[in-house]
């Protein structure tokens, strides 16, 4: 198992853009929610992976074109849970779902529960706290989780990995308000451990077990990692019946209406785009998420508009054989083998979500709210409607 791991080097200048916010004030925001409806926000604002490498699929916007900074303003932009509500007609809290969703992820977030409950309240969401059980965190194994570091380049990596978890358990908390909630954390050697692919896809089995044994009905995992055919018996450990694994498939897709696509993908493409096979997403029994373009209709978000993400589909994994359950057009399609998505939703950081967090170990400096984005915003997403 090979991991998509950038250069020490790379993660930190990653880490020391996000460690200068340009805050905005409450007209701005205005202005920027504007330009959100309007599907003209990227015209002037860029677009970041989060981790600075393509490992981890989470987006940011930023405050401009070629600029790494991520765009931050003191009241939300982003789509909120409210209009995550209205654009899939999920039900009000009180008569939601009542499952329990697990995310996997890595590095020290003290400041976890502070910032879900500010988001949560910001959108008028029952509260879910560790004091009342909706709330639970934990490491790997399920006991304590990661205590911050006093590395330098470990408190650099939590920085940016903070930003991914936050993202994943507000989007849970949009899909589902009424779900538990259960946060596994792997140590955090992102930085100064160096880990070998081998290590995190151990990582990621170990946290799912945990899941398992606490009794989610789902779990989300958002980072991706290569591998060959002869990792799908280990990784059968991800097919436990009952709880579903619902992965992110990369972020490769551009971001809104008038974006120019980087790859092109043609008609007479046959399968259109193959890929070798990543792990866990293209794994036979796990849900592969990719993601849409979901823009608002008005102003007061009333309505929206939902297309695919461009350049985001298209894809087969000629090395592993069709999903349980793939529809036989489909696996045609594939010459028989996996196809790239199995569902899609919100992701487009175009007119992404509202994601809320303050934890700066490295720089000292909240983000705050910012408007985000990647198939890391839909994998924990349809995790939250399964349950």
Known sequence: MVLRIPTLAISLLAVAALAVPAQADTQDAATLRAELT?????????VREVCGNDTCQARVVTTALGSATPLSTTTPVGLGADDLARAYHFPPAPVGNRGTVAIVDFGAYPALESDLATYRAQYHLPPCTTVNHCLRVTGLDGGAPPQASGNADDKA???????????????VSAACPGCRIIVVLGNDFLASGNPTGDQWGDGYLA???????????????????????????????????????????????ESGDSATLKKTLTAQADPPVTEGGSWPQDLPWVVAVGGTYLKPNDANRSSFTE???KGL????????????????????????FRAGSDISAVADPAAGPAVYETWAPSSGKPQDWMVSGGTSASAPFTAAWFV
Request: charged share 15%; proline share 4%; hydrophobic share 35%.
């Open 307 to 309: 297309k695919s993400w």
């Open 38 to 46: 309007a599907g003209t926000l990227l015209a002037d604002h860029g």
């Open 157 to 171: 990596a939590e920085e940016f990995s903070a930003v991914e978890t936050s993202l994943d358990v507000d989007m």
């Open 207 to 253: 946290g799912y077990t945990t899941a398992v044994k606490l009794g989610a009905n789902a779990v989300s995992i958002s980072n991706i990692l290569t591998s060959t055919p002869h990792l799908l018996a280990e990784s059968k450990q991800l097919d436990h019946r009952g709880t579903p694994v619902f992965a992110s498939i990369g972020d490769s897709g």
């Open 313 to 336: 589909d298209g894809s087969c994994a000629t090395t592993l054989p069709k999903a349980d359950g793939q529809p036989a057009s489909i696996a045609a399609y594939c010459h028989g």
